[in-house]
């Protein structure tokens, strides 16, 4: 029989080979688990985009002059964006001419093409789209000429996959055109704005309804109340009229919205209806 001396040396021996013949094995492992940590860009994209994106009507400011931005959508079957946006130069120095640059979150430099560049429109088309683009930057320039060595001064403009509008198919456009297409994206935009506002306006009489309940169930009540309870009945009833008050004031403004929505709603659809006929 073993003395434990000599079983205790045979097990330690035991957990030594094994232990050796494990480490290949964790090796291995952790190869390939950090092989997979700095890889994961490429295998299984990063999907959480940045919030910096630029709305519709942002107005940016460069050399006395304002870029608004009107328009970005993008035809993944075509692989092209365009880029809509509307310039008001306060110099009046006769310079109208831009330079245009585009680049992906890698700062990887896209094409970009000039389709219009009038004294108040310009419409650029961003060519060859990276299909696993997230976000992009669109830049501005005034054309100096020999003048241009100052790169930090431009305009950007922002978009990214979730935010940017999705089309089947980008069509170029006369000026008019573009003109009249942003009358139609108006009309829906109004409509969609009374929408929001009636659906408010039905959230607030609702509770207003809630209120007017609530103090008839307190008048009917306060007969059968103490003088305490009678009193914090009636505080209640007065701090509900009060918010009632608050609650018809604000469905009025919102109303007075809806009227002036509905205002420049009539006058987009004129105007678009004057263009549709010298069109024919």
Request: glycine share 2%; net charge neutral; aromatic share 10%.
């Amino acid at each position: 029989m073993k003395s434990i001396k000599a079983r205790f040396y045979t097990f330690k021996s035991k957990i030594k080979r094994n232990r050796n013949s494990q480490f290949p094995i964790f090796l291995a492992t952790a190869i390939i688990g950090y092989f997979l940590l700095f890889t994961s860009k490429v295998w299984m994209p990063d999907y959480n985009l940045s919030e910096v994106f630029t709305a519709m009507e942002s107005v940016s400011t460069l050399d006395n002059r304002n870029f608004t931005l009107k328009n970005w959508i993008y035809s993944p079957e075509q692989n092209m964006m365009e880029v809509e946006v509307d310039v008001i130069n306060n110099n009046f120095d006769n310079i109208d001419k831009y330079l245009f640059s585009c680049r992906d979150q890698n700062y990887k430099l896209l094409q970009t093409s000039a389709v219009i560049e009038e004294k108040n429109l310009l419409v650029v088309h961003i060519l060859n789209i990276p299909v696993d683009f997230k976000e992009l930057s669109f830049r501005i320039k005034v054309d100096y000429g020999e003048d241009n060595q100052d790169v930090g001064k431009m305009v950007r403009f922002y978009t990214n996959r979730d935010t940017i509008m999705n089309v089947d198919k980008i069509d170029n456009k006369t000026p008019t055109e573009y003109f009249a297409a942003r009358l139609e994206r108006n009309i829906k935009t109004y409509n969609q704005t009374i929408q929001s506002l009636q659906k408010e306006i039905d959230d607030i009489s609702l509770k207003i309804a809630l209120a007017e309940n609530e103090i008839q169930t307190l008048k009917n009540n306060i007969p059968l109340q103490s003088v305490d309870e009678a009193r914090k009945s009636n505080n209640r009833i007065s701090q509900l009229n009060e918010t009632i008050l608050d609650f018809e004031l604000q469905i009025n403004t919102k109303q007075d919205s809806i009227l002036e929505t509905e205002e420049k709603i009539k006058e987009a659809d004129t105007k678009f209806k004057k263009w549709n006929r010298s069109q024919q």
